[in-house]
């Protein structure tokens, strides 16, 4: 895949249905308010069109997938400074969680604070056997994003949430896995390959029923009514059952 440079954020070209988004902001793949930006817009242009490809994205490098937030961009903000940068941020998590299309994470070397949590907005993620994870802000005097706390605790759990974000102590690959944190853990020099095919393999399903999929699972349908429920399901219904890629899913299925 060739590169197109966007700041901080590199964009291949689309490959078999997948474009790989790069961080690359040496020397920590830090987020600055640029990066932030950057990485929002590629997202959103990409999902704009009618046929919006699987992203993979990772950092450049084998030491840093995401050093998060940029501390030494932070220590010139005031208070108003960092609530624009931390509501730039929550639009970032927002657009990883919207994307309609598969969202897989490679994980290449630290992954930090803010970078853990894009990498939960992910549908999938691979990780490096060199990786490690960490969330500092509690020995930095940061916070991390509400939207991102809250996403921790849905995957790994309370007490997982509590070891990570009061503890601050860095975890390897193996045991972000085993917290659930991380699908899958590969050599280094095999991650993005192992990432991209799984793009691949999720971007050749019906791009309608995976988008609906989606949206249902970051709804929180268990609590809404009988009639809700029903009108919704009716709703997609309609939808998947006119749409030509699912049709053919289906066809094909039947023999």
Known sequence: ?????????????????????????????????????????????????????????????????????????????????????????????????????????????????????????????????QARFVFPEVDHGMLPAVKGIARVREVVGDRGARRLLLGGASVDASAAKALGIVDEVVEPGELLEVAAAQARAAAAKPPAVFAALKLALRQETAVWPDEKQLQVTAADARTIFNDPAARAAREAWNG
């Open 1 to 129: 895949m060739t590169t197109a440079s966007l700041s901080a954020v590199q964009v291949s070209d689309e490959a078999d249905g997948v474009v790989v988004l790069t961080l690359s902001r040496p020397p920590a793949n830090a987020l600055s308010n640029s990066l932030i930006h950057r990485l929002t817009a590629a997202l959103e242009d990409l999902a704009s069109g009618p046929d919006a490809p699987a992203v993979v994205l990772t950092g450049a490098g084998d030491r840093f997938f995401c050093a998060g937030g940029d501390l030494k961009e932070a220590v010139g903000y005031d208070a108003e400074s960092m609530v624009e940068r931390m509501t730039s941020f929550h639009a970032l998590l927002c657009a990883l969680e919207k994307f309609p299309r598969p969202v897989v994470c490679a994980v290449n070397g630290w992954c930090v604070g803010g970078g853990i949590e894009m990498a939960l907005f992910a549908d999938a993620v691979y990780a490096s056997s």
